[in-house]
């Protein structure tokens, strides 16, 4: 729990910054948090290096520095980052990361979900569910699609912090309760 509060406070901080100087900063700094977190995320020696008290606070800026080369990271990311260091939250970064990114979603009115299938849906297709599901939600959505084999069929979305399961699966599941209660 610990975690989630200090990540969300230094999110919440870079991101009135970025509402300060402007729309496209904002945006700027969430698309390096975001490049920064994917490449903490494929170098997981790196987060652990970040979490190692061995290491001083300039020797992890200096593996940040590096990192941070590897970004569209401006000055005010930059600084953040060497500030992080100094206060000992660099392994909070990913977190850091994903609470910028549902601020800036919720600021921008952007609603992410994922679709589950049981098998992979065309482009065409995908475009058109995400048309229509853009339509009756009435805002913009950021869809992932995925592939289950296991759901056997139907679809299972998530949209927000709601769940429609649609899939075979789930059906199977409720009519092995009704027989096991009886109706």
Known sequence: MTGNIVSRRYAKALFSVGQKQG???L???GKALSELSQIL????????????????ADEKKAVLAKLL???S????????????????????????AS???GMLDKVQGVVRGKLVT???LAAKRQSDIKIKLEEQLQCKLELDFGVDKDILGGVVLT???????????AQLQMMKEQIKRGV
């Open 41 to 56: 995320e494929d170098s997981p020696e790196a987060l652990r290096l970040f979490q190692n008290p061995v290491f001083s």
């Open 27 to 29: 945006a700027a700094f």
């Open 73 to 96: 990271a401006g000055p005010v990311v930059k600084n953040f980052c060497s500030l992080l260091a100094d206060k000992g939250r660099l392994p909070a970064l990913p977190a850091i």
């Open 69 to 71: 080369e590897k970004t």
């Open 118 to 120: 049981a098998i992979k």
């Open 99 to 101: 609470d910028f990114a």
């Open 159 to 169: 949209v927000g912090d709601k769940v429609l399961d649609a899939s075979i699966r």
């Open 23 to 25: 729309d496209s900063e």
